[in-house]
């Protein structure tokens, strides 16, 4: 394809280890397979691999109940993450050696992707998962170089890997990145999508003018389908030697049309995402109109607010219960507003293909 650009959001190698002097060995031996069966081809292609560090990446635990295990420096992780061509052409923090945050610029489409890391914290778990965090190095090289230097007329796309804001995220990821969401918040202008990973399901939702996007994990646990439901329907379990052993996305940033595709490859199906919100007053109502075909079941979930209940199939797993107090929608698409706030209206086609739109009551 002509795609060059591949961004990778984190949690690569496995997380569990052979025990022992083996530990370090199992750790090389995931980022070898990272290294050659990913990168090394896409690079042969002709394209760049941009990746995220995430929570599991470079650390290992003996056992899923040892307290022992091998986890390598933050420098060594900016090394492998950056070797070969990786991070081609992008600018980073010259005065932090750690840094595996960084931007790179698109000056055809007017375009800048910046890399976030939300593990640059020290951690006290070092086995199995590192900390999350992010230093004050990073957000304020964040907040004053790689948003703060974004051309007139450009736009934004972030990626990292534990994601900032609720409904995407919980409420420790709330919790522990309240400085890095304000400093998205204050470029909300600039800022067309947030991507994230880390919860394994597909989930998304607009607040305060930027969508925040998780992408459904390319492994294979249960929650990757159970989570996602019930805007994406139609995950199916990973088979070996099919389609849907994996599952990505192809992104394309319609910046005249204020659109954002997502081009599913695996289970799953396809999404268009409005960037422009629908601006309504309480008491009135709009008819939404969708370029999907078929049948299409409407419905809407308030933009900042879902409860998250334990499933009861999976102990690791959770049930996303989304609420209607800002908007409600009628099976046809007539949506009315109840109350001040956010809301995203979806319409639902039944091959699981999508489109959202964003909504903001006042």
């Given at each position: 394809t002509p795609l060059r650009r591949v961004l990778s959001g984190g949690d690569l190698p496995e997380a569990f280890g052979g025990g022992g002097e083996k530990d370090k060995a199992t750790v090389d031996r995931t980022i070898d397979v990272w290294r050659n069966v990913y990168v090394k081809p896409i690079e042969a292609a002709g394209g760049t691999v941009y990746a995220a560090k995430g929570n599991h990446d470079f650390t290992v635990r003996s056992s899923p109940k040892a307290q022992t295990g091998f986890?390598?420096?933050?420098?060594?992780?900016?090394?492998?993450?950056?070797?070969?061509?990786?991070?081609?052409?992008?600018?980073?923090?010259?005065?932090?050696?750690?840094?595996?945050?960084?931007?790179?610029?698109?000056?055809?489409?007017?375009?800048?992707?910046?890399?976030?890391?939300?593990?640059?914290?020290?951690?006290?778990?070092?086995?199995?998962?590192?900390?999350?965090?992010?230093?004050?190095?990073?957000?304020?090289?964040?907040?004053?170089?790689?948003?703060?230097?974004?051309?007139?007329?450009?736009?934004?796309?972030?990626?990292?890997?534990?994601?900032?804001?609720?409904?995407?995220?919980?409420?420790?990821?709330?919790?522990?990145?309240?400085?890095?969401?304000?400093?998205?918040?204050?470029?909300?202008?600039?800022?067309?999508?947030?991507?994230?990973?880390?919860?394994?399901?597909?989930?998304?939702?607009?607040?305060?003018?930027?969508?925040?996007?998780?992408?459904?994990?390319?492994?294979?646990?249960?929650?990757?389908?159970?989570?996602?439901?019930?805007?994406?329907p139609n995950l199916p379990k990973k088979e070996m030697g099919t389609i849907y052993e994996q599952t990505f996305d192809a992104v394309q940033i319609d910046t005249v049309r204020s659109l954002i595709h997502f081009t599913r490859v695996g289970g799953g199906g396809n999404r268009t995402l409005h960037c422009l919100s629908t601006e309504m007053a309480v008491g009135e109502c709009a008819k939404f109109a969708t370029t999907l075909a078929g049948r299409i079941t409407w419905g809407c979930y308030d933009a900042d607010r879902v409860d998250n209940k334990p499933d009861p199939t999976n102990k690791w797993g959770k049930l996303a219960i989304y609420h209607n107090d800002v908007a409600k929608v009628s099976s046809e698409g007539v949506l009315t507003a109840r109350k001040s706030g956010e809301s995203v209206v979806v319409a639902l086609a039944e091959n699981g293909d999508k489109e959202l739109f964003p909504v903001n009551v006042k």
């Amino acid at each position: 394809t002509p795609l060059r650009r591949v961004l990778s959001g984190g949690d690569l190698p496995e997380a569990f280890g052979g025990g022992g002097e083996k530990d370090k060995a199992t750790v090389d031996r995931t980022i070898d397979v990272w290294r050659n069966v990913y990168v090394k081809p896409i690079e042969a292609a002709g394209g760049t691999v941009y990746a995220a560090k995430g929570n599991h990446d470079f650390t290992v635990r003996s056992s899923p109940k040892a307290q022992t295990g091998f986890t390598y420096s933050g420098l060594e992780a900016k090394r492998i993450l950056t070797e070969g061509n990786g991070r081609r052409g992008a600018v980073t923090n010259p005065d932090d050696p750690e840094a595996c945050y960084y931007y790179f610029d698109n000056p055809l489409a007017k375009l800048r992707y910046i890399v976030a890391d939300t593990t640059d914290s020290v951690s006290d778990r070092p086995y199995w998962a590192v900390a999350y965090g992010m230093h004050e190095k990073q957000l304020m090289w964040l907040d004053t170089q790689a948003f703060g230097t974004i051309p007139d007329g450009w736009s934004a796309v972030v990626m990292h890997h534990v994601p900032v804001t609720g409904v995407v995220g919980s409420d420790e990821d709330v919790k522990n990145f309240a400085a890095f969401r304000k400093v998205l918040n204050r470029y909300h202008d600039r800022v067309l999508l947030d991507l994230t990973g880390h919860h394994h399901c597909e989930m998304q939702t607009f607040q305060n003018g930027i969508w925040h996007v998780t992408n459904p994990c390319d492994a294979a646990y249960k929650d990757y389908i159970n989570r996602s439901k019930p805007w994406c329907p139609n995950l199916p379990k990973k088979e070996m030697g099919t389609i849907y052993e994996q599952t990505f996305d192809a992104v394309q940033i319609d910046t005249v049309r204020s659109l954002i595709h997502f081009t599913r490859v695996g289970g799953g199906g396809n999404r268009t995402l409005h960037c422009l919100s629908t601006e309504m007053a309480v008491g009135e109502c709009a008819k939404f109109a969708t370029t999907l075909a078929g049948r299409i079941t409407w419905g809407c979930y308030d933009a900042d607010r879902v409860d998250n209940k334990p499933d009861p199939t999976n102990k690791w797993g959770k049930l996303a219960i989304y609420h209607n107090d800002v908007a409600k929608v009628s099976s046809e698409g007539v949506l009315t507003a109840r109350k001040s706030g956010e809301s995203v209206v979806v319409a639902l086609a039944e091959n699981g293909d999508k489109e959202l739109f964003p909504v903001n009551v006042k």
